[in-house]
């Protein structure tokens, strides 16, 4: 497997780990899937993926149903995505991802931490070149299963033949170009995979070594960042400890 794709399970176990307001973020990702396509999941994909989600984060049913409910409701915010890019301490790039109805406060709450860090704030889009987005699907293993022949069949979706495979959960990871996503997550269901988890991602494509005083204060931006309800996922190409020189 890459290194990037070590990066990947690395930053995603301390991220979600750190984030004490993971339901919060996870349920505005479905009020947007449902104003999308309506609150059934079983006519609705988006929904279907981020409920697999939310149960593999130990989302409670409850939480995931008012959710649902709650996105029906003639009050709920109209949710948007934005992203906002910089460089944060030691030329650290930064990319956040956030879900807001409302962008003044939320380039607001963004541009303050970069600034309390010595930061700088981008427009959008001039770091994308340093990440590479990826749609990531994980799904149970079946018995017998050929990954040759499964991503031979997917290759025209821009499937990755490099995959990551969990002996421990018994389940496997493939990265995919983010427009296949839908087509992707069509093929997995419709030969009778369960897929556990399905969403978007972005991999650093030149990962810059610190300090581990550096590491500390980038860590501590990164964590302000995702304090605020806002900010869904920020992304960073700081070369995380747990992946090896």
Request: net charge negative; glycine share 6%; proline share 3%.
């Amino acid at each position: 497997m890459g290194r990037a794709f070590e990066y990947r399970k690395a930053t995603k176990l301390k991220r979600w780990g750190h984030m004490a307001k993971t339901f919060t973020k996870i349920g505005k990702q479905i009020a947007i899937a449902v104003k999308a396509g309506g609150p059934e999941p079983e006519n609705n994909p988006a929904l279907r993926a981020i409920i697999a989600n939310a149960k593999r984060e130990n989302m409670p049913k409850d939480n995931i149903e008012r959710a649902i409910k709650n996105a029906m409701g003639k009050d709920q915010s109209d949710y948007k995505e934005v992203t906002y890019e910089g460089y944060g301490p030691h030329g650290i790039a930064i990319f956040v991802e956030t879900l807001t109805d409302n962008t003044t406060r939320t380039v607001g709450d963004v541009r303050s931490v970069f600034n309390k860090f010595n930061g700088n704030l981008g427009t959008q889009g001039s770091l994308s070149f340093l990440f590479d987005h990826k749609s990531v699907f994980t799904f149970k293993k079946k018995d017998g299963l050929d990954m040759d022949e499964m991503i031979l069949d997917l290759i025209d979706y821009g499937v990755e033949d490099e995959y990551d495979e969990d002996e421990e959960e018994n389940s496997i990871t493939i990265y995919a170009d983010p427009s296949s996503f839908s087509a992707v997550q069509k093929h997995l269901e419709e030969n009778g995979f369960e897929v556990t988890g399905a969403e978007f991602t972005r991999i650093p494509n030149d990962l810059k070594d610190v300090t581990a005083e550096q590491r500390e204060t980038i860590d501590k931006m990164v964590e302000k960042l995702e304090d605020f309800d806002d900010v869904q996922t920020v992304y960073t190409n700081m070369k995380p400890e747990e992946v090896a020189e």
